[in-house]
T-cell receptor
Framework: GAVVSQHPSRVICKSGTSVKIECRSLDFQATTMFWYRQFPKQSLMLMATSNEGSKATYEQGVEKDKFLINHASLTLSTLTVTSAHPEDSSFYIC?????????????FGPGTRLTVT | DAKTTQPPSMDCAEGRAANLPCNHSTISGNEYVYWYRQIHSQGPQYIIHGLKNNETNEMASLIITEDRKSSTLILPHATLRDTAVYYCIVRVASYGGATNKLIFGTGTLLAVQP
């Protein structure tokens, strides 16, 4: 149980275009999803918290107009990188929150590798 | 900022126990210790978490010192597939919402050697 999928797994786009990444919880409902970014040889950096039916909460330094997050249902959150540039090339990972004994828990998707040319 | 300190890397022989340490000297009374791992180019995987008692599941054991200022993740019989970056994270437990967010540090790269 607690499977999270992401689509696409890899995407290459041209500079200036927009890219949408989907994050789905397959066998559970997630009221909260999180989006992370990871550059090569670095740790995961939290970008934003996505709550179903409300606006996302962005971490300091993350441009909300560039990284659009929509959480329209309890099983789907999307991240749209608008006007992508080569410096946006990164590994984007989502997670979904599951309620467990002892506290909420996060299960992660497999990640999406974005390359902007 | 991450509230934990971990060695950057460790080696372990295949079949032996891997003991990964973590210091969290500023942990608060309501904060849990969580462990995740990330195999190269994959999303992180939840391993185990605990508050003050030792915990064990099918993947690993978690030993938390009595003062809760440090902990050790134990993989009892490491295999080559356990090669990954292991993250120790302290966090207040919650049932969803913004307080559920995880702040990742740099972790420990565990290399299991054949």
């Amino acid at each position: 149980g607690a499977v999270v999928s992401q689509h696409p797994s890899r995407v290459i786009c041209k500079s200036g275009t927009s890219v949408k990444i989907e994050c789905r919880s397959l066998d559970f409902q997630a009221t909260t999803m999180f989006w992370y970014r990871q550059f090569p040889k670095q740790s995961l950096m939290l970008m934003a918290t996505s709550n179903e039916g409300s606006k996302a909460t962005y971490e300091q330094g993350v441009e909300k107009d560039k990284f659009l997050i929509n959480h329209a249902s309890l099983t789907l959150s999307t991240l749209t990188v608008t006007s992508a540039h080569p410096e946006d090339s990164s590994f984007y990972i989502c997670s979904a929150s599951v309620r467990l004994a002892g506290g909420g828990e996060q299960y992660f998707g497999p990640g999406t590798r974005l390359t902007v040319t | 900022d991450a509230k934990t300190t971990q060695p950057p890397s460790m080696d372990c022989a295949e079949g032996r126990a891997a003991n990964l340490p973590c210091n969290h000297s500023t942990i608060s009374g309501n904060e849990y210790v969580y462990w995740y791992r990330q195999i190269h180019s994959q999303g992180p995987q939840y391993i185990i978490h605990g508050l003050k008692n030792n915990e064990t599941n099918e993947m690993a054991s978690l030993i938390i010192t009595e003062d809760r200022k440090s902990s050790t993740l134990i993989l009892p019989h490491a295999t080559l597939r356990d090669t990954a970056v292991y993250y120790c994270i302290v966090r207040v437990a919650s049932y969803g919402g913004a307080t559920n967010k995880l702040i990742f540090g740099t972790g420990t790269l565990l290399a299991v050697q054949p």
